[in-house]
């Protein structure tokens, strides 16, 4: 039986990979992705055979490496992040029972959120609700009582899919909702390009954020009622008592 | 102005770290961390000064990072999964105020609930929310609502510490309130160890997560209402259309 290896090569920068991704490349035949990511890891795997799919051909890609499994050849599908968070893994898996004998490995990675959460201080030490906000796959109705519900549960919140071209008031019609339970000074931070070339970081308050543009790079994050801004990082407490 | 690094090691095997978190700990003159953590660690960075202090002794472990900075050693705190989810991370943050001429660096990594989930198939592929059941710093009735309202917005929802000795009906009284909105054959996940000798894990329905034992070294996964039993993994599908 054969394996194909989904890896999530974290978020961009070739040593944000884990070791045991960069062995799994390092060790196949063949990879898989969406041409913005085989573009990121090209260089550091050079002697591959690289196969790419644009966005939104995610099923085509998925077969794409059941088929150059199924010929004898080691595959390994890559994702940007973690390939089990909004990524490939589960279409992987749906798809694999056209495919008896081809067994999955997913190979965990650092997702933006984690990633993010580094570059902007602690904000998710305690428990967080991951939201995207595209509608693309979700119906909105669906986003906005995540939202709401998450907000009224006090939960750190992480956004993903934040804006686009096409989605330009997503966010700030996802504040709206959230300010429906959080407050407008709570603590909030945005993250760019995380661990590529480029990457820019804001702390500012839920209110802030309602007016502030973002682009499908970057990744948002919506304090609780105890996060606060320290030495300009956002810190979400744990609750260990000092004096 | 020094630098301490806050770094996530993954779940546990050493292949599990990122590039970037053994080059931190490969760079470093001392290694301070939990005792289990340090151990897990120790065979791969021989020649490094190891301190550890035990578990419930995290503002102790915090101060010593600082000190020992201090003094001039490069030091790397180090934390199971990310730093900067139920890690240490926020901590260091907080105590940071005491020396502002420290610098903290977070270097994130593999956290349980995507290490888990690479083990269980694709449970998290979309929204999610993570709740820790210890009431050892939060209020019970706070991860009461937490879970009743995840439940209601049918997050996915991953439980990290969902039990112990002194805690051995708490994931029973969590799922009693989960089912509130979730339904009895809703498809869940255990997996213990993850990266680690002894790994296991088992997928079943809310209604047997119920009546499961767990401990602290188990990550639990309850997924949303679209969530299904693939070839005996568990995975939460994203929405992509296919034939």
């Known amino acids: 039986m054969s394996t194909i290896f989904v890896v999530g090569i974290g978020p961009g920068a070739y040593e ?5 991704a960069a062995d799994a ?8 992705g969406y041409t913005v990511y085989v573009d990121l890891v090209k260089e550091h795997f050079a002697g591959k055979e690289f196969l790419t799919t644009p966005m939104r051909k ?13 010929e004898g050849k080691q595959v390994a599908m890559i994702c940007s ?9 589960g279409l992987m898996y749906e798809l694999s029972e056209e495919w008896p004998d081809i067994e999955i490995k997913v190979i965990p990675g650092v ?24 509608d693309l796959l979700t119906p909105w109705e669906k986003i906005e009582k995540r939202l709401l519900l998450a907000s009224e549960a006090d939960f750190v919140i992480c956004l993903y899919n934040p804006g686009s071209h096409k989605r330009a008031d997503y966010l700030e019609k996802a504040c709206d909702l959230m300010l429906r339970y959080k ?24 209110a802030e954020l309602r007016n ?11 304090g609780n009622s105890q996060t606060k801004e320290i030495r300009d990082h956002m810190v979400t407490p744990r609750g260990y008592r000092y004096e």
Chains 1, 2 share one sequence.
Do not use: W
């Open 58 to 70: 995610e099923v085509e890609r998925c077969r794409l490496a059941f088929e150059t499994a199924a």
């Open 212 to 222: 502030t543009k973002v682009d499908m790079f970057t990744t948002v994050f919506i």
């Open 25 to 32: 490349l390092r060790n196949c035949d063949v990879i898989i």
């Open 183 to 206: 407050a407008p000074e709570t603590v909030c931070g945005i993250v760019s390009q995380i661990g590529r070339d480029g990457e820019t970081s804001r702390t500012m308050t839920l």
């Open 16 to 20: 944000k990979m884990t070791i045991e």
């Open 81 to 89: 992040g973690d390939a089990g968070v909004y990524g490939m893994a």
């Open 111 to 134: 997702t933006a959120a984690t990633g993010g959460a580094a570059v902007l201080g602690a904000p998710l030490i305690h428990d967080f609700a991951l939201i995207s906000l595209s």
